[in-house]
């Protein structure tokens, strides 16, 4: 999508909160949830301005292992023509959400690409995780 039609569409989604669900396998073989909540506080030309709040972390059967809510921080992702909501989305749960977690997520997790993609577009970005090379 162009990037002022993608800044049109997070607009209309302002104070919305947009839920955003990550899975983690474990060592043991379960799988481990993390839902995320995302909401757009602005949108100021091509950057997009999100907070990334933690909900909780549940696993398979829907036990809660975590219910309380944790602010993870906000950011601003600079928008480019090309981009879709997933990447963009992506972006914000690699940086703000799981970035102490990625060597736990799969190689070939789309959020391994969202969060080289942020960095790439940030020049002061300072990466506190390398990816895995493919």
């Known amino acids: 999508m162009k990037a002022q039609h993608l800044a ?3 607009k209309k989604r302002i104070a919305r909160p947009i839920p955003y669900d990550v899975y983690i396998e474990q060592e043991r073989g379960g799988v481990i949830f993390w839902a ?3 909401e757009v506080a602005a949108v100021d030309g091509d950057a997009l301005h999100m907070m990334v709040t933690l909900k909780g972390v549940h696993d398979v059967q829907g036990r809660w292992l975590q219910r309380h ?16 909501v997933t990447l963009l989305l992506g972006m914000a749960v ?3 959400g799981v970035a102490e977690k990625m060597d736990h997520l799969p190689a070939r997790s789309g959020l391994h690409l ?21």
Do not use: H, K
């Open 36 to 38: 995320y909540e995302l």
């Open 94 to 96: 690699a940086i703000r």
């Open 8 to 10: 049109a569409y997070f």
């Open 69 to 84: 809510d944790v602010t993870c921080g906000d950011i601003v992702i600079p928008m480019n023509d090309g981009d879709c």
């Open 114 to 134: 969202c969060y080289r993609e942020y960095a790439s577009r940030v020049e002061d970005f300072n990466q506190p995780w390398s990816p895995p090379r493919m």
